[in-house]
């Protein structure tokens, strides 16, 4: 028998983002439905958000995420041994999986691809899922993809969920550093007897499409928005501060929060929790709203690029959605440049 490998850490070695060109204001908004610029920004902290053109799906976001995380990283398509991408808005409706899609259009052709479907909390799974292959020494080089169109998935004529989302796509590159360095550790979650929450009801295999149930608008996102809220203020500051114990660190080791970006409301909840002051908290969810598994790592993205990230510095990303589910990762972040 042989004697297992020693495990060791798993690193971003890259990142990468991106977001249609088309914005969607809040003034635009309220000339589609009953609502208004000054209760957005009030209620969610949302001013605008990209939606993408007609003919872009949701591989066509991830693969320019993906490329820039890989130049960024120095690694080509070759060499990268796993995609997953996190989205619950793929390019199919689960046949195939919208990794496959990427995996053609970057020329990762060495790669194994499949999603994972956390919602809302899909790149904090995904980052885990990629930290195990890594850490276990059975893949080098893992490319993780937080990509959404929820603007397919939208009823545009109510105007209690079309006003929060939008449409984008954040990826990373994994790869190996010493054990103790790089992405320290996750904490996931779920409660599935909130199901019924936050859900696209139709179109499933629950619930196959009829013209009837389109006509109902069953085939797009309904919600229970203060359920989802009240669960969101609950958990997400308490998930976060699971990921950083179950590391051994505590709040004030923390640098830097990277919340899911659903309502300003609900960040600022997880930041008091933690005892931290929204100087160390990453919000860009004014420019992009709920872009769900992608902002996460649009967010982190943006952190990098602006310099608000320093080698050595401790980052907590913590999400939720649908599910219901959560997720938070602890990351020691390397020597990337800028
Ligand atoms: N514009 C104007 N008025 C609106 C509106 C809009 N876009 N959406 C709802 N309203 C109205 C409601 O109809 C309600 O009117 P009423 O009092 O006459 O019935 C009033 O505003 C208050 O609605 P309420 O639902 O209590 O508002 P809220 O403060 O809870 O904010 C959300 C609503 C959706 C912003 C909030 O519940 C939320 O963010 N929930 C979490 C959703 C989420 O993050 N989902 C994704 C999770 S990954």
Redesign the pocket.
């Known amino acids: 028998m042989s004697i297992p490998p020693a495990l060791r850490g798993a690193t971003i070695a890259g990142v990468g983002m991106y977001v249609p060109e088309r914005i969607l204001t809040n003034a635009e908004l309220a000339r589609m439905?009953?609502?208004?610029d000054e209760?957005?920004v009030e209620?969610?902290g949302i001013h605008e958000r990209h939606i993408a053109a007609p003919e872009q799906a949701t591989s066509d976001l991830a693969a320019p995420a993906a490329l820039e995380a890989l130049k960024v990283a120095g690694q080509s398509p070759e060499s990268v041994d796993l995609i997953i991408v996190a989205t619950s808005t793929g390019d199919t409706n689960g046949y195939p999986a919208t990794a496959a899609y990427v995996q053609e259009k970057i020329g990762a052709k060495n790669a194994a691809a499949f999603d994972v479907s956390a919602?809302?909390s899909g790149f904090t799974y995904a980052l885990d899922v990629a930290l195990q292959y890594v850490a276990s020494r059975r893949y080098d080089t893992v490319l993780v993809i937080g990509a959404e169109t929820n603007s397919r998935f939208v009823d545009w004529t109510d105007?209690?969920t079309c006003?929060?989302f939008g449409d984008g796509a954040g990826a990373v590159v994994v790869r190996p550093t010493e054990y103790g360095e790089g992405i320290l550790g996750s904490i996931l979650g779920a409660d599935g007897s909130g199901t019924d929450l936050?859900k696209v009801p139709a179109g499933g295999s629950r619930l196959p499409l009829t013209a009837e149930l389109i006509a109902a608008h069953q085939n797009t996102i309904y919600?229970n928005?203060?359920a989802?809220?009240r669960f969101?203020v609950d958990k997400m500051g308490v998930a976060a501060m699971e990921a950083v114990e179950f590391v051994g660190l505590t709040a004030e080791d923390v640098d830097l929060l990277i919340p899911?970006q659903?309502?300003i409301?609900?960040i600022q909840s997880a930041a008091k929790h933690m005892g931290m002051p929204m100087e160390k908290v990453v919000s860009n969810l004014d420019r992009y709203g709920?872009t769900?598994g992608a902002t996460i790592p649009i967010a982190l993205y943006e952190a990098w690029k602006s310099g608000r990230v320093k080698p050595g510095n401790i980052i907590v990303t913590v999400g939720?959605?649908?599910g219901l589910s959560w997720g938070a990762n602890v990351i020691k972040w390397g020597t990337l440049p800028v």
């Open positions: 439905v009953d609502t208004s209760w957005i209620r969610t919602v809302c105007r209690t006003i929060l936050l919600q928005g203060k989802v809220y969101a899911h659903a309502n409301r609900i709920n769900s939720f959605g649908a």
